[in-house]
């Protein structure tokens, strides 16, 4: 009987020619991104629509705060608002709106993983301050009760969903890993926005003597509550490992950098040029603005929607 031959045919050479070279080209991908190319399934649909009423919910004090804050100003009866106040606050409220936003059409859930907490932060230090200032609030006015009720409910849900997700699988993230300096940077503001939102929050009178334009205290506290947010998400973000994964937060982070600084300039002879507290706040979100523009650019290289 003949014996079969084991060598291969000559049809075979190309097929394993090619798998092999699939291997190459995947092992050279994985170590030119330096993180795995595994990924998890999609975010879940309740907090898709968690993130969906949170951009709605942040559209009116950010669009009126920008372009009417004498509308802000106005429906806002439990705190006085000055223009630049105002605006001001119409710029942290752009942020979360494009934070949120970013949330909400990310495809995967490492893309996603500073969000629930970070709204969580925010909305419950709000809350807090609208239980010490209760006697501040017109409850005839429906945008009271409208406020009210959403800073109750966000962090409501908020914790629910922490709690029922607690046990999910963010997945691996891929793409680019992250450079060091988008890391120190993110580190910075983290400690900046971290001591100043927490200074607001304790020491609110003498913050507002310090801030760079005349400030009340009760809007020194809004402001500490918006800045510890800004903290978590700059802290996350700096232990996340690809351009990927800051869809959600590079973005924002640009946009209100430069806003902060559009707005300043609008009320520039609210500002003291022998002050250092505002070369401080000019250079801060200048130099806020400019690594921001940098990562935006690394993120959209990096293709976050195609991941």
């Known amino acids: 009987m003949p014996r079969s031959s084991t060598k291969p045919s000559v049809v075979q050479w190309p097929l394993r020619t090619r798998r092999l070279a699939s291997g190459l080209v995947a092992d050279t991908t994985a170590a030119r991104a330096d993180v795995p190319v595994t990924t998890t399934g999609d975010i879940p649909v309740p907090v898709r629509v968690y993130f969906f ?36 606050i119409g710029s942290f409220y752009v942020f979360a709106v494009l934070y949120t936003l970013g949330l909400l059409v990310a495809r995967r859930r490492w893309q996603v993983a500073s969000g629930l907490v970070a709204i969580v932060i925010f909305t419950t230090a709000v809350g807090i301050l609208n239980l010490l200032n209760w006697e501040a609030f017109d409850f005839d006015e429906t945008t009271v009760r409208v406020w009210i ?17 607690r046990h999910d699988d963010e997945g691996t993230q891929r793409g680019e890993a ?3 300096w988008a890391r120190g940077w993110f580190l910075v503001q ?9 200074l607001c929050l304790v020491a609110r009178e003498t913050v507002a003597d310090a801030w760079p334009w005349p400030v009340t205290n009760t809007v020194v506290q809004f402001y500490g509550g918006a800045f510890l947010s800004l903290a978590y998400i700059s802290w996350h973000s700096a ?3 690809t351009w990927a994964s800051l869809v959600a937060a590079a973005p924002p982070f640009l946009v209100f950098s430069v806003l902060a600084v559009v707005v300043s300039l609008i009320h520039a002879e609210l500002f003291s040029a022998d002050d250092a507290a505002t ?9 806020s603005a400019a690594v921001a523009a ?6 959209i ?5 195609a991941r």
């Open 53 to 88: 009423f949170g951009v709605l919910a942040g559209l009116f004090p950010a669009i009126f705060g920008l372009f009417d804050p004498a509308t802000l100003d106005r429906e806002f009866t439990w705190a006085s608002l000055p223009a630049l106040h105002a605006r001001f």
């Open 149 to 165: 009720a959403v800073y109750i409910a966000f962090p409501v849900l908020g914790l629910a969903l922490i709690w029922l997700t």
């Open 178 to 180: 992250i450079a060091p």
């Open 190 to 198: 983290a400690v900046v926005y971290g001591v100043v939102g927490v």
């Open 239 to 241: 232990r996340r490992r």
């Open 279 to 287: 070369w401080a706040w000019f250079a801060f979100f200048g130099a």
């Open 294 to 299: 940098a990562m935006v650019a690394m993120v």
């Open 301 to 305: 290289r990096d293709r976050p929607f």
